[in-house]
């Protein structure tokens, strides 16, 4: 069975930074694409960001470019996000995403960013 | 980027009635519209994929179909479980991959 366990979510101050992680198990991690999603309060999803499966090609919003940035340890089957200069607008539930042949197939929970004040 | 507009924005069913949830993408996505599924609290769900092939363990009262800009999702008879909200999202042209703003089915 496939699991995405997302953690490293908290409540952090403007221009603060954070760490996401995500420990995957279930399926062979280095042969997959992975990707975040996140959503606001009360609004839809919106992708954020990729990374191939060797971390040889990263990809990232327009809103988070320079700001994020994305890897992975096939090691240790997980997937990070590391995130500085946050801006309230990043305030939302951040999903770790599994992609098969251009879909993404699973996700995890989700772990709850807060950018406030 | 491509721009994924669904309608409407809430759609209210009785149990045991069809409903019909619409996607369009500003520009052709060919086949490459998925559908996932979202409860509260809950990971989202893949339902439907290249527009109309249904994930695995999907079950059959659900449908997709349409190719390049106009989508639908059908429910062929709602079940209780089946009240959440849905989302549309291209991968034709990425990056980003887009998704629509969600459809809300909600019991009538």
């Known amino acids: 069975e496939v699991q995405l366990v997302e953690s490293g979510g908290a409540a952090v101050q403007p221009g603060g930074s954070l760490r996401l992680s995500c420990a995957t198990s279930?399926?062979?991690?280095?042969?997959?694409?992975m990707h975040w999603v996140r959503q606001a309060p009360g609004k839809g999803l919106e992708w954020v960001s990729l990374?191939?499966?060797?971390?040889?090609?990263?990809f990232y919003a327009d809103s988070v470019r320079g700001r994020f940035t994305i890897s992975r340890d096939n090691s240790k089957n997980s997937l990070s996000l590391q995130m500085h200069s946050l801006r309230t607008e990043d305030t939302a539930l951040y999903y770790c995403?599994?992609?098969?042949?251009?879909?993404?197939?699973?996700w995890g929970q989700g772990t709850l960013v807060t950018v406030s004040s | 980027e491509i721009v994924m507009t669904q309608s409407p924005a809430t759609l209210s069913v009785s149990p045991g009635e069809r409903a019909t949830l619409s996607c369009r993408a500003s520009q052709s996505v060919n086949s490459m519209l998925a559908w996932y599924q979202h409860k509260p609290g809950q990971a989202p769900r893949l339902l439907i994929y290249e527009a109309s092939t249904r994930a695995t363990g999907v079950p059959a009262r659900f449908s997709g179909s349409g190719s390049g800009t106009d989508f639908t999702l059908t429910i062929s008879s709602l079940q209780s479980e089946d009240f959440a909200v849905y989302y549309c999202q291209q991968y034709h042209n990425w990056p980003p991959e887009t998704f629509g703003q969600g459809t809300k089915v909600e019991i009538k």
């Open positions: 279930g399926f062979t991690f280095d042969d997959y694409t």
């Open positions: 995403t599994k992609e098969r042949l251009r879909i993404i197939d699973y």
């Open positions: 990374i191939t499966w060797d971390g040889g090609s990263t």
